[in-house]
């Protein structure tokens, strides 16, 4: 079974400007959640979808990032303009149903803002 | 009050020992409780989930959960070098998985 994919695996951008990260998740898995670590701390919950709706996006920080999931598969997260404190690693993970059910992450998007 | 709290500091132990991590969080209707484990530089990789109150064994790993104390913990058997890493409590609960920071476990040669 393949597993959560993402990418680009690095990014690094001058603050201002733009950047989008791409996630395809397990086969079959409805839900699909978009997390920023920091380093240092655990994974904080950005977004969370259910199938092509959006469960939870209280933590979004809306003015921003956005992100969608068209057809219920893929998704992107984008974040514009960028500032110094996005700096972190941003991990997507499925699963398939809600929070309930184990969530398997893919390898995540390192981003750097300089 | 955090969510879910992992408070010991960086754990050392001895190759063979048994390695010890706790966890409590403060929504009491939490349903589901997960232990991951991340590499420095990885993404976390799920090593065990637990439901109900009591024990949870699976190989080297047991995860214990008491709802009424709300607390969860993993238990490292025979810990060996390649467990060396950061594992990290997760919580479901109001449809939302809350993560602890983390704890750092290494094992000593």
């Known amino acids: 079974e393949a597993g959560v994919a993402q990418s680009p695996r690095y990014k690094i951008i001058e603050k201002r400007q733009s950047v989008a990260f791409w996630c395809n998740p397990i086969?079959?898995?409805?839900?699909l959640y978009w997390y920023q670590q920091i380093l240092g701390q655990g994974p904080k919950l950005l977004i969370q979808?259910?199938?092509?709706?959006?469960?939870?996006d209280s933590q979004l920080p809306k003015d921003r990032f956005s992100a969608e999931r068209l057809k219920g598969v893929d998704s992107t997260l984008k974040i514009q303009p960028a500032k110094l404190e996005d700096s972190a690693v941003y991990l997507c993970?499925?699963?398939?149903?809600?929070?309930?059910?184990?969530?398997?992450f893919g390898d995540g998007t390192r981003l750097s803002i300089l | 009050q955090k969510e879910v709290e992992q408070n010991s500091g960086p754990l050392s132990v001895p190759e063979g020992a048994i390695a010890s991590l706790n966890c409590t969080y403060s929504?009491?209707?939490?349903?589901?409780f997960f232990w991951y484990r991340q590499y420095s530089g990885k993404s976390p990789e799920l090593i065990m989930f637990i439901y109900s109150n009591g024990d949870k064994e699976d190989g080297r790993f047991t995860a214990q959960l008491n709802k009424a104390s709300q607390y969860v913990s993993l238990l490292i058997r025979d810990s060996q070098p390649s467990d060396s890493a950061t594992y990290l409590c997760a919580v479901g609960g109001n449809n939302r998985l809350a993560f602890g920071k983390g704890n750092q476990v290494v094992v000593i040669p």
């Open positions: 993970a499925s699963s398939l149903g809600g929070v309930n059910q184990p969530q398997h």
């Open positions: 086969s079959g898995h409805a839900t």
């Open positions: 929504d009491r209707g939490s349903q589901s």
């Open positions: 979808f259910q199938n092509n709706g959006v469960v939870d």
